[in-house]
């Protein structure tokens, strides 16, 4: 079985630039997660999606960070602009409801 | 407080050694638990769920206090490819991650 396939592995960017990730979740997962991990931390949830409606998105930096599952699919998650503080690896999860979630690798951003 | 805290490490122990890691969670509705290990620079994966009744799986052991609002992770006969962050997640609407507790293995 697939697993969870995000893109770009590795970003970097300058401060104030945009950038996107994209995820592919799990086949016939309709939970899909975005998680920020900043070095040293655990994740940290930014929004939480089940098939194409937003559940939770009270950590997401609304200013700059939106996301959107549009056919409660594949997801993307954009910065704009981008700050120092957001270099972190970005991680992509889904699962089936109320069952155990599965990661993707990760993308890992840069911001110089 | 955060919603779930751990002991960050890092644990350095000798090979064959038994060690054990706490959490604790302030939202007394959560409804289900979790280990998550995670190599470096590598995606969390599941370790094991955590039942009230507490649940072994070969050397490691999970258990749960709810009255406590307390969750553990034994991990007997310690191996170097124990050597990994271990993350204590909750359930509540989504997941909640701690910070993670940092084990090293040495010979």
């Known amino acids: 079985e697939a697993g969870v396939a995000q893109s770009p592995r590795y970003k970097i960017i300058e401060k104030r630039q945009s950038v996107a990730f994209w995820c592919n979740p799990i086949?016939?997962?309709?939970?899909l997660y975005w998680y920020q991990q900043i070095l040293g931390q655990g994740p940290k949830l930014l929004i939480q999606?089940?098939?194409?409606?937003?559940?939770?998105d009270s950590q997401l930096p609304k200013d700059r960070f939106s996301a959107e599952r549009l056919k409660g699919v594949d997801s993307t998650l954009k910065i704009q602009p981008a700050k120092l503080e957001d270099s972190a690896v970005y991680l992509c999860?889904?699962?089936?409801?109320?069952?155990?979630?599965?990661f993707g690798e990760g993308s890992w951003l840069t911001v110089v | 407080r955060k919603e779930v805290e751990q002991d960050p490490g890092p644990f350095n122990v000798p090979e064959g050694a038994t060690v054990a890691f706490n959490c604790t969670y302030s939202?007394?509705?959560?409804?289900?638990f979790f280990w998550y290990r995670q190599d470096c620079r590598k995606e969390p994966k599941l370790l094991m769920s955590v039942y009230s009744s507490g649940n072994e799986d070969g050397r490691f052991t999970a258990q749960l206090n709810r009255a406590s609002q307390y969750i553990s992770l034994l991990i007997r006969d310690s191996k170097l490819s124990d050597s990994a962050t271990y993350l204590c997640v909750v359930r509540g609407v989504g997941l909640t991650f701690g910070t993670g507790t940092q084990l090293k293995v040495e010979l």
């Open positions: 999606f089940q098939n194409n409606g937003v559940v939770d």
């Open positions: 999860a889904s699962g089936e409801s109320g069952n155990t979630i599965y």
């Open positions: 086949s016939g997962h309709a939970t």
């Open positions: 939202n007394s509705a959560s409804q289900s």
